[in-house]
């Protein structure tokens, strides 16, 4: 019989001893009648021959004896003892309600087949012994131990020492094929060996206009003509001056180094300018006569050279004092070749007493395509003042 079925037969048995102490205790208190005694008497002999049965109908309780009183017999045991008390109308054992199958002692060795008998001996003996794990040498421990951390190592890191060590064979596998290339001697090459044109000569440098010395008096020539009408008056605070602003075709422009400036004309080449704007030379001292100013504006004629053609001509037309503040008037005429015809432009350069640190500059150049304005730089002399 298997545990399973031990375990009913004496839930079975359990159950018919309650019924008989609760039948017994009836029948102690008066209450019970003489059938309940007889059915008390019946329930006996039943539970005597369910005793008897489970003794007797269990195949396998000598297959499992050899496993100890722990097994199925110390079961069929509690059964019978029961079923003794409930015949002789004493109080059954009370029968521990613990899980049969925890008492049964499993063999270590193989699954036996339950209609085979059992050979008694320690099956632990007979199970085939596992192979003890041999003992690793002190490299095999260091290279685990190196892949672990290997492996701890975040996949960037990798990536980046990958990276580094492959740039370095590189470099160094450029340095040892390229190392031995020693750069060769500069050669010089003709130009006519080279199959390309002869090398011309530089172009001679232009050459520089020559002034001569200053007169000490000059005066102003007055020019034909009514001159462009004054449209308002050119106040320069930064040099300190204030003059004739005229009308068309003058217009304003900008040009460095001048505060304010004025122009007529597109080209350059056939532009008048009118600018103003504090000494553009150096002053070592503050003019204090007349013959100091003329040496300044000397200095001043000759930087306003740049703004004529090189290699012009130069001839001195006008020197004489400013009109209403101390100063010099200086006036100059250039000539030169232009487009393989003869031209010439009248300039003026005023410098002018002030309030400010330097002295002021007027500048007026006008070019002979467009006399008509010769008579505008006349006007200038006679509006130039400080302020």
Known sequence: MSPEQALAMAEAAKAEAAKERAAKGQASKGQASKGQASKGQASKGQAARAAKGARTSSPDADTYAPFGASGVASDSSAATAHARAAAD??????????????NVRR?????????RPVARGDWSSRSP???????????????????????????????????????????????????????????????????????????????????????????????????????????????????????????KTSRDPFAFAQKAGPSKQSQALIGSAPVPVAVRSTP?????????????????????????????????????????????????????KKHSSQAYVMVISTARKKPAMLFANVPDTRKALYRDLNMLFWTARAI
């Open 129 to 251: 012994a596992s192979p003890a794990p041999a003992p690793r040498s002190g490299r095999s421990r260091w290279l685990a131990s190196a892949v672990m951390r290997v492996g701890d190592i975040p996949i960037r890191a990798v990536y980046g020492i990958g990276a580094a060590i492959v740039t370095g064979i590189v470099v160094v596998l450029i340095f040892m094929l390229f190392g031995g290339d020693a750069p060769s001697e500069p050669v010089r090459v003709d130009p006519v060996q080279a199959g390309g044109p002869a090398a011309t000569s530089a172009a001679p440098k232009p050459t520089p206009i020559a002034v001569p010395p200053v007169p000490a008096a000059r005066a102003m020539t007055v020019f034909p003509g009514t001159g462009t009408p004054i449209a308002a008056y050119t106040v320069d605070r930064t040099s300190g001056i204030s003059y004739a602003q005229y009308g068309a075709p003058w217009v």
């Open 107 to 115: 063999p270590a060795g193989p699954f036996l087949h339950p209609d």
């Open 288 to 340: 204090a006569t007349f013959a100091d100013f003329r040496k300044l504006a000397a200095k001043a004629a000759k930087w306003t050279l740049r703004y004529q053609p090189a290699g012009a001509k130069f001839t001195w037309t006008v020197s004489q004092q400013a009109r209403y503040n101390p100063g010099w008037l200086l006036g100059y005429k250039v000539s030169y070749v232009q487009g393989g």
């Open 89 to 102: 109308g004493t109080a059954p054992p009370e029968i521990e309600d613990v899980e049969v199958t925890a």
